[in-house]
């Protein structure tokens, strides 16, 4: 079976992660043994269509870095149908951002939950400066016992490269508490560094990029068991 993938961002070559994620899906596709095909879906491809028209026919999506995004509504509206309607989804950096936004937005109704780089002065700053830029550093990671990201990998504690000057202002980590989307992973300064769904098939955003396994030429635990969620019974 071939597994088509949508990834949803505003394409840029120049992006390290872009030139990452065609060479990290092709080593889970290696390792589950399934082809794997996909396509780049600018942001803008969602204003004024219904996200069912765009990605129908594909059997999971990623919500890829490089933020802010061409368009901040349609990156929400990609985000939006994959939660509702439980296909497998992955967001990286900015995707993980932005399911953070969805989320506030359409079950939280937190509609002043802003992005602080797109909107420097805004009443809820959801997504705020990092108190230090991560530009391609490494860092540590506790991941929570139990939880799906922590299943996949195996282990407890792990080290992943950041590229990113935003993340998830942990002033408001509380609205989380209770809900249907949880952190499921800080760093060693108590910063949230990775959300994911319950009772989803596989919904995860990391403020990481496992997607950078892939110019090593290595398979991520991560990356695979998205691709592998995407194989239909």
């Known amino acids: 079976?071939?597994?088509?993938?949508?990834?949803?961002?505003?394409?840029?070559?120049?992006?390290?992660?872009?030139?990452?994620?065609?060479?990290?899906?092709?080593?889970?596709?290696?390792?589950?043994?399934?082809?794997?095909?996909?396509?780049?879906?600018?942001?803008?491809?969602?204003?004024?269509?219904?996200?069912?028209?765009?990605?129908?026919?594909?059997?999971?999506?990623?919500?890829?870095?490089?933020?802010?995004?061409?368009?901040?509504?349609?990156?929400?509206?990609a985000i939006r149908y994959a939660r509702e309607n439980k296909v497998p989804f992955l967001g990286t950096c900015g995707g993980y951002q932005h399911a953070i936004l969805e989320y506030a937005h359409n079950v939280l109704g937190l509609s002043n939950a802003a992005n602080a780089e797109i909107d420097p002065d805004a009443q809820m700053p959801l997504i705020a400066p990092l108190t230090c830029a991560l530009i391609d550093q490494d860092g540590g990671i506790d991941l929570v016992q139990g939880s799906m990201i922590q299943t996949h990998y195996g282990i407890d504690d792990i080290s992943e490269t950041y590229r990113c000057s935003y993340g998830f202002n942990r002033e408001y980590a509380g609205i989380l508490e209770g809900r249907d989307l949880v952190i499921s992973a800080w760093d060693r300064d108590g910063d949230p560094r990775a959300v994911e769904l319950k009772d989803h098939?596989?919904?995860?955003?990391?403020?990481?990029?496992?997607?950078?396994?892939?110019?090593r030429g290595v398979a991520h635990p991560l990356i695979t068991a998205f691709v592998k969620a995407a194989v239909k019974p």
């Open 1 to 77: 079976m071939t597994i088509h993938i949508a990834l949803i961002g505003d394409y840029n070559p120049d992006v390290t992660a872009h030139q990452a994620i065609p060479k990290a899906l092709e080593i889970a596709g290696i390792q589950i043994a399934s082809p794997i095909t996909f396509d780049w879906i600018a942001t803008t491809t969602f204003d004024g269509v219904d996200a069912n028209v765009v990605l129908g026919r594909y059997d999971a999506i990623w919500c890829v870095p490089a933020s802010p995004y061409q368009s901040l509504d349609g990156a929400l509206s």
């Open 201 to 215: 098939p596989f919904f995860i955003g990391t403020a990481f990029q496992p997607e950078r396994s892939g110019l």
